[in-house]
């Protein structure tokens, strides 16, 4: 390709083309033949193909590209092919390395453009290693290390008690199924909790109560099927004897036996010296294989890129030109929602993670949460997390990313060990920060999937009981119920849905309406918490009356009534139609001084059209609004306000709808004026 003509330092800030691709986040398509036809003119265009021609062919006519330069000042380019979408395209890192670089405030070189990094994660690349033995001998470095010298993940002292049951794996032709009490192994005794996706399809060899005695006799490793196969080899290989497996170590038909180990959970992964994750199978029957060549990280592509530093040279004059150009492939479609080298930022920034489908299950989310520490065995490579460190095999040192307050950024998400909450907010008041903790759980924990609706609870259980355990005096075993804590009520009402249902069939009957499991979909929070502005609770809790199901009320399945003191404002509704055809619903106060608290309703049960969706709704009920002080004016900028339906023959009895969320009014309040046209519609009623 053409050398420009003539290259002037910075020369490139000029054109349209390379200009788009270095600008903000993602904010405008550069066709591929448009940068091209511009590096005959353009210093940058000119290395930005030299570079592109390492990657993709640039005679391709349909390729598109979108570019930023990023935090770490890198540029990162998507290449958008033509059966690519933005969504799916390849993502890349490029930098250039400067040996010494005198001017500390150089961010590109003069002449191309190119942004010079200061880290360079090129250099921590390390080829994975090709047998099982070496793979797992570095995971084992890995857990060794932890147990002997990491402070923070052994400073939790607590004496777990120990699983029911564990399957003893030292035999290498078969696996026994023992109790712990019966052979008097000591509290402490190391074994590895493994998490894993059973399948839609059945497939699991499973402990019955007709096949308990021979389980504990001994279990053919040729019967299992190849997940938990992979999950010995495993273990073996780190020198572990004991594996708790919940198929094999629990009564699957004997309700009793499950319903007192489900809690126990917190036991029994927090317990465990490792939780071992098969990060990459969705069904028992595929295992968890280490992943082949194909599928592992790409290692980065380092080379010199040549270029005449100002006119063009004499013909036969070599160009003295010359940078050491990095292309670091951002692993878009691999392992992203997974700590360590994959928690990289994305291309995308698509939280799906589309290798390992275990981050996208109900029930791993808390046997991560819970566990000190946890292996992956991910289709790519083998990636580790702990509350001290985060490692990955294809990379020489695990991302040492850190708050501002120096906790790591895995704190909230990922483990109760490491959760700090004294950090999460320096400047709001602990009752808001203890709430906002929760909520982020919650909407975390969401939008998994499980096969069962009535588990919506049930597989948060483990992480309910750990909570009680670390702040008794915060969260309560009493206030607990229905997925929600009663001191939080009020901030816990305001939450609405997003997404996909996470089940095949949802049954809202089995949780209380005003309680987040009983919508089936992902849900997000409002959080006061973030606002700083004088938030205003308008809604009091005056009661919780918690009415268990027959059955007994599996792991907060039953009826819920709360009563509430709060404004509840009588409604009408109106559908709003828009251009092709778009509609939705927008519901008003009756009361014409609350006129400016209309908004579009977010429904809990989307699926209606809006002609349909929301007839039964009569109320609204102000739950929260900010800001707020009662001799100051100001203009509300958001109300959080639930859509309520009345129970037929109840007095003054509810159930939630949907939300609706306010914007900004065009007009100003003084808090008590504010206060003074509420104060007709603040009554006392039930939602059921």
Same mark, same amino acid.
């Given at each position: 390709m053409a050398v420009p003509a003539v290259a002037r330092p910075k020369e490139w800030q000029h054109c349209p083309y390379c200009k788009g691709l270095f600008g903000d986040v993602y904010d405008e398509r550069v066709l591929l033949p448009d940068v091209v036809a511009s590096a005959s003119q353009c210093a940058r265009c000119w290395a930005l193909c030299e570079v592109l021609s390492h990657l993709t062919d640039t005679n391709e006519p349909n390729t598109t590209l979108v570019g930023s330069i990023w935090h770490d000042n890198t540029l990162e380019i998507g290449v958008i092919g033509p059966e690519d979408t933005f969504e799916t395209a390849v993502g890349y890192k490029i930098y250039l390395v400067v040996d010494e670089v005198k001017d500390k405030r150089l961010r590109s070189d003069a002449m191309l453009g190119i942004p010079i990094a200061v880290a360079h994660s090129h250099e921590k690349f390390?080829?994975? *290693? $090709?047998?099982?033995? &070496?793979?797992? %001998?570095? %995971? *084992?470095?890995w857990l060794s290390d932890c147990i002997s010298s990491h402070e923070t993940c052994n400073k939790d002292k607590a004496e777990y008690v120990l699983p029911r049951r564990l399957l003893d794996i030292s035999d290498s032709e078969s696996i026994r199924l023992i109790t712990t009490e019966v052979c008097r192994l000591p509290q402490g005794t190391p074994y590895v909790a493994l998490?894993?996706?059973? $399948? *839609?399809? $059945?497939?699991?060899?499973?402990?019955?109560?007709?096949?308990l005695d021979q389980h504990a006799t001994g279990i053919p490793i040729a019967s299992l099927p190849q997940t938990i196969k992979d999950a010995? !080899?495993?273990?073996?290989?780190l020198g572990q004897r004991y594996l708790w497996v919940d198929a094999l170590c629990i009564i699957q038909d004997d309700a009793d036996d499950k319903n007192s180990q489900?809690?126990?959970? %917190?036991?029994?992964?927090?317990g465990a010296v490792l939780a071992l994750s098969a990060a990459g199978s969705s069904s028992v029957l595929e295992g968890c294989p280490l992943g082949p060549p194909e599928m592992q990280p790409v290692p980065p592509k380092v080379f010199e890129l040549s270029y005449p530093p100002g006119p063009p040279s004499p013909v036969g004059e *070599?160009? !003295?030109?010359k940078v050491k150009v990095v292309i670091d492939r951002i692993e878009h479609e691999r392992c992203r929602s997974l700590p360590g080298h994959w928690a990289r930022e994305t291309f995308d920034q698509d939280p799906k993670d589309l290798l390992n489908v275990i981050e996208e299950r109900g029930w791993t989310f808390q046997e991560r949460f819970l566990a000190k520490r946890t292996l992956y065995i991910g289709k790519g490579e083998l990636s580790w997390t702990c509350a001290s460190e985060v490692q990955c095999e294809c990379r020489e040192n695990g991302p040492q990313t850190k708050t501002r307050d120096g906790d790591r950024v895995f704190t909230r998400r990922y483990s109760i060990s490491h959760l700090s909450v004294n950090k999460l907010f320096a400047k709001a008041s602990m009752d808001k920060t203890y709430s906002f903790l929760w909520t982020d759980i919650a909407s975390t924990y969401s939008s998994r999937l499980l096969t069962q609706f009535g588990d919506r609870l049930a597989a948060l259980q483990g992480i309910s009981v750990a909570l009680q355990r670390k702040w008794p005096h915060i969260y309560s075993k009493e206030d607990y119920a229905f997925g929600c804590w009663r001191p939080f009520l009020a901030d816990l009402l305001v939450w609405q849905v997003?997404? &996909?249902p !996470?089940? %095949?069939q949802v049954d809202k009957e089995l949780f209380p309406s005003w309680a987040w499991p009983s919508c089936g979909r992902p849900i997000s929070f409002t959080s006061w918490v973030w606002y700083g502005v004088d938030p205003k609770t308008w809604v009091r809790v005056l009661d919780l009356e918690v009415i268990q199901s027959e059955d007994g009320g599996a792991f907060g399945q039953g009826k819920g009534i709360i009563t509430l003191r709060a404004p509840l404002i009588p409604a009408k509704? &109106? !559908?709003?139609?828009?251009?092709e055809g778009v509609e939705e619903v927008v519901l008003t106060p009756k009361d014409k001084q609350l006129s400016f608290m209309a908004g579009a309703a977010s429904f809990d049960h989307p699926g209606d059209s809006p002609s349909v969706a929301g007839n039964e709704v009569t109320h609204l009920v102000l739950l929260a609004s900010y800001p707020f002080q009662l001799l100051k004016r100001t203009r509300p900028l958001s109300c959080a306000l639930l859509s309520v339906a009345p129970v037929p023959g109840r007095d003054k009895e509810f159930r939630r709808v949907g939300m609706v969320t306010v914007p900004r009014a065009d007009r100003a309040f003084l808090g008590f004026h504010l206060q003074r046209i509420l104060s007709p519609h603040v009554t006392r009623f039930k939602l059921v």
């Open positions: 390390r080829p994975i *290693k $090709g047998s099982p033995q &070496e793979r797992f %001998a570095l %995971a *084992k470095t998490s894993y996706c059973w $399948g *839609k399809h $059945g497939g699991n060899l499973c402990t019955y109560s007709t096949n010995i !080899v495993a273990c073996r290989h489900i809690p126990q959970m %917190a036991d029994i992964y927090s *070599k160009p !003295v030109g997003s997404g &996909e !996470v089940s %095949a509704r &109106e !559908v709003i139609k828009y251009d």
